[in-house]
């Protein structure tokens, strides 16, 4: 179905929200007014490794306003160990796997007294040393080094490739430890009504946590409800369900109040998963003209003691570019440290820090312009899967991004371009991300004063769904988006899946399309057969829609608003769901989204410190569904990159397993003050074979390549080679 010229979707139109959020109408989970409501105060280890000796609740239990304080002694449930629930330490026993893990719950009336009775708990351990340093880990070849099972990908004979290559790169690339830090924290209020239990919660994917909760505590999923109109961020991080969550939970059945309960920035920190470090070993091998003989990738990655978590880093490696021998390897160091998790493009970003920061190495050791390179090496079909793209701009992205950055005014010699005390460096690296499509459902309902609600299951993650879902149904219920008022953040709502991985517009788009459209065919239907109608007997093909209205196509003067004609109905409303699959095409092509990253970098001569002065991202995301909120997120995209590549780093101090930058002072993520020119822009290519909408998604695909783009623009600046993460002032001096 191709969109009319007018289309309100891809129009740059402000957030339908923001004006909510910015008069603080818009209620976050820890805001909504609940009745009685307690406080909780999560209790975390201090040791990494051992067990629980004592805890004396005495003096805590006295304490003004407190409720109870639950710890493994007296935890509030007992639950029979399952899979969801078996990594998150719901207080079950005394034991310690990593440094920060939830070892109690203090509530109180307020959040005062419960914090203030938190600092009365007296705890001893038993610790023992914990094994925290993946780095030792891979140089020692410990025995917990184990090989991910199936994850060796050849592809042709790499062997040969390396051997055939005349320029060859070796070399070890390092991301360290990250944590999520959207700026709400995580956030819960339960609430028991009998044996069912309602969840407001900050998250990115109501039914998961549905799901999950309810397995956990042996309830019927049905039983539980999970609401979250609106979610301050979550990088990954709030795409599962963590121990303070399911804490509150268990604490306000035994209380037989609500408990709320929100973790301070510190608490961030370990139990609620981070982007765990890699060690990745890359192999490039080359012939005079550029071309790639041999690519071979090997990772090492850390996890928990306890749970297997992969960032499939390879993934970039494996399509990017057309060469024909390809050796990749994962390998999972675990340590007595939290779970990891999905991370802001896992894989995609970290791993391609690695690919596309030897791709410029390359670039150098051939005397070859990075670009040129990359270009020679272009795939025209996926070269992992053999399918043909869907649609494939990444050659228009380095043209037109090389262009707006002005590439051509960079000296290719490192150290040859300086303003006063400053060295300037530019740096390129190719983004690409891939396309994932969930199965989803939305419903439209046409109300007798002309509007429509719209709704799904969905979540807004500050992403723009709300907003690009608006449009969406506008579009196809022929409607002024000031009447569609789109609902979302409810397990009572249709189903959709989770806000992870970029997937949220090209899944739940299609279902809030195909719901709207359908809403429109019944709408004839009812009018043909409703003898109060004009349409009475018409043919309901030669029918049309526009502004709330219908006409018949040869007679355009014959018409009847929808509100009429659904006022004359006995529920004076109009109701349709619709549940989309996943597509047909992604069997037959290969979806990605493609990138272009410019960085020009600033560095002080004499003190290496670095700025990021302008960057610059061309970006083949298919059809853009909102110029602004799209573009919003690849200054997010491009923002996150550079706190990956210059400051962010979860320090771990090996002797004792423990965090020791958990905070904002010493973790650092970028201010505005870090922050240069980013200019990003999309090609708006739609893409036909995708979905009906011609998106592919947009999110992740703005970090991807960022830190690779600026690693390689300060060896240009400086002439050194920075393969660890983040590039800090020490490593530069
Ligand atoms: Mo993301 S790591 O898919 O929220």
Same mark, same amino acid.
């Given at each position: 179905m191709v969109d009319k010229q007018s289309s309100v979707i891809g129009k740059p139109i402000d957030r339908v929200e923001g004006r909510l959020k910015v008069t603080g109408k818009a209620k976050y989970a820890a805001?909504?007014?609940?009745?009685?409501?307690?406080?909780?105060?999560?209790?975390?280890?201090?040791?990494?490794?051992?067990?629980?000796?004592?805890?004396?609740?005495?003096?805590?239990?006295?304490s003004a306003g407190v409720l109870a304080v639950f710890t493994h002694e007296n935890r509030p449930m007992t639950l029979t160990e399952t899979k969801e629930g078996k990594n998150l330490f719901l207080l079950q026993d005394d034991q310690i796997r990593y440094d920060g893990q939830i070892i109690g719950l203090v509530v109180a009336e307020s959040f005062e007294q419960a914090e203030h009775a938190a600092s009365l708990l007296e705890i001893s351990y038993k610790p023992e040393h914990a094994n925290t340093d993946v780095e030792k880990c891979a140089n020692e070849k410990q025995k917990n080094l184990i090989e991910v099972k199936d994850s060796h990908y050849k592809r042709?004979?790499?062997?040969?490739?390396?051997?055939?290559?005349?320029?060859?790169?070796?070399?070890?690339?390092?991301?360290?430890?990250?944590?999520?830090?959207?700026?709400?924290?995580?956030?819960?209020?339960?609430?028991?009504?009998?044996?069912?239990?309602?969840?407001?919660?900050?998250?990115?994917?109501?039914?998961?946590?549905?799901?999950?909760?309810?397995?956990?505590?042996?309830?019927?999923?049905?039983?539980?409800?999970?609401?979250?109109?609106?979610?301050?961020?979550?990088?990954?991080?709030?795409?599962?369900v963590w121990a303070p969550l399911v804490v509150a939970a268990m604490a306000a059945r035994k209380l037989d109040r609500?408990?709320?309960?929100?973790?301070?920035?510190?608490?961030?920190?370990?139990?609620?998963?981070?982007?765990?470090?890699?060690?990745?070993?890359?192999?490039?091998?080359?012939?005079?003209?550029?071309?790639?003989?041999?690519?071979?990738?090997?990772?090492?990655?850390?996890?928990?003691?306890?749970?297997?978590?992969?960032?499939?880093?390879?993934?970039?490696?494996?399509?990017?570019?057309?060469?024909?021998?390809?050796?990749?390897?994962?390998?999972?160091a675990h340590l007595d440290i939290g779970k990891p998790t999905w991370m802001r493009a896992p894989g995609h970003a970290t791993g391609s820090f690695a690919i596309e920061s030897a791709m410029d190495e390359l670039a150098y050791?051939?005397?070859?312009?990075?670009?040129?390179?990359?270009?020679?090496?272009?795939?025209?079909?996926?070269?992992?899967?053999?399918?043909?793209?869907?649609?494939n701009s990444l050659r228009e992205c380095y043209k037109q991004g090389a262009q707006r950055f002005a590439w051509e005014k960079r000296n290719p010699q490192p150290c040859s371009m300086r303003d006063g005390n400053q060295l300037i460096g530019m740096g390129v690296a190719t983004a690409l991300h891939s396309y994932w499509r969930n199965p989803a459902s939305a419903s439209v309902q046409l109300l007798a004063d002309g509007t429509a609600i719209v709704q799904s299951g969905s979540q807004d993650i500050g992403t723009g769904t709300y907003t690009i879902m608006t449009q969406i149904a506008a579009d196809k219920l022929s409607l002024p988006v000031e009447k569609v008022s789109f609902r979302l953040g409810d397990s009572n709502m249709p189903k959709a899946p989770m806000s992870g991985g970029s997937t949220t517009a090209v899944s739940v788009g299609p279902a809030v399309a195909q719901a709207s459209m359908d809403a429109i065919t019944k709408l004839k239907q009812l009018a043909v057969g409703d003898k109060k109608s004009v349409f009475f007997n018409a043919d309901a093909s030669k029918i049309e829609a526009k502004d709330g209205m219908l006409f018949l196509s040869s007679q355009p003067s014959k018409t009847e608003s929808y509100a009429s004609i659904v006022s004359r109905t006995r529920s004076k409303?109009?109701?349709?769901?619709?549940?989309?699959?996943?597509?047909?095409?992604?069997?037959?092509?290969?979806?990605?989204?493609?990138?272009?990253?410019?960085?020009?970098?600033?560095?002080?001569?004499?003190? /290496?410190?670095?700025?990021?002065?302008?960057?610059?991202?061309?970006?083949?995301? #298919? $059809? @853009?569904? %909102?110029?602004?909120? &799209?573009?919003?997120?690849?200054?997010?995209?491009?923002?996150?990159?550079? /706190?990956?590549?210059?400051?962010?780093?979860?320090?771990?101090?090996?002797?004792? #397993? $423990? @965090?020791? %930058?958990?905070?904002? &002072?010493?973790?650092?993520?970028?201010?505005?003050?870090?922050?240069?020119?980013?200019?990003?822009?999309?090609?708006?290519?739609?893409?036909?074979?995708?979905?009906?909408?011609g998106a592919k998604g947009v999110g992740e695909l703005g970090i991807t390549g960022v830190a690779a783009a600026i690693a390689n623009a300060i060896y240009h600046a400086t002439g050194k080679r920075i393969r660890d993460l983040p590039i800090t002032i020490d490593k530069l001096l």
């Open positions: 805001e909504i007014a609940t009745e009685n409501v307690a406080v909780g105060v999560v209790i975390q280890s201090t040791i990494a490794l051992g067990h629980i000796e004592k805890i004396d609740r005495r003096a805590a239990e006295g042709g004979d790499f062997a040969s490739g390396k051997a055939a290559a005349v320029a060859l790169i070796e070399e070890t690339y390092r991301t360290p430890t990250e944590t999520h830090n959207p700026m709400e924290p995580f956030s819960t209020i339960a609430s028991w009504e009998g044996d069912s239990l309602t969840l407001h919660d900050s998250t990115q994917a109501v039914f998961s946590v549905r799901q999950n909760v309810a397995t956990i505590l042996g309830l019927a999923a049905d039983k539980v409800r999970v609401v979250s109109s609106y979610t301050g961020g979550g990088f990954g991080c709030k795409l599962s609500p408990v709320k309960v929100v973790l301070s920035r510190h608490q961030m920190f370990g139990p609620v998963g981070f982007r765990p470090a890699t060690i990745q070993a890359i192999t490039l091998g080359a012939k005079g003209d550029g071309t790639l003989t041999a690519m071979g990738h090997h990772a090492v990655q850390e996890t928990s003691s306890f749970a297997d978590f992969m960032e499939e880093v390879t993934i970039c490696t494996k399509s990017t570019y057309a060469c024909a021998n390809v050796d990749t390897q994962h390998h999972l050791k051939l005397k070859m312009d990075p670009i040129e390179l990359r270009i020679k090496n272009y795939a025209d079909k996926d070269p992992d899967s053999g399918l043909p793209w869907s649609s409303s109009l109701k349709v769901e619709a549940n989309t699959d996943v597509g047909e095409n992604e069997k037959n092509y290969s979806i990605n989204t493609f990138g272009a990253q410019f960085a020009e970098v600033r560095v002080d001569a004499d003190l /290496g410190i670095i700025a990021v002065a302008r960057f610059v991202g061309a970006y083949d995301a #298919g $059809r @853009i569904l %909102n110029a602004k909120t &799209a573009r919003s997120q690849m200054l997010g995209g491009i923002t996150f990159g550079i /706190g990956m590549a210059l400051t962010e780093h979860t320090i771990i101090d090996h002797n004792f #397993g $423990r @965090i020791i %930058n958990s905070d904002f &002072a010493e973790y650092h993520i970028p201010v505005h003050a870090d922050i240069g020119a980013i200019d990003p822009f999309f090609l708006d290519t739609k893409d036909e074979q995708a979905n009906i909408l």
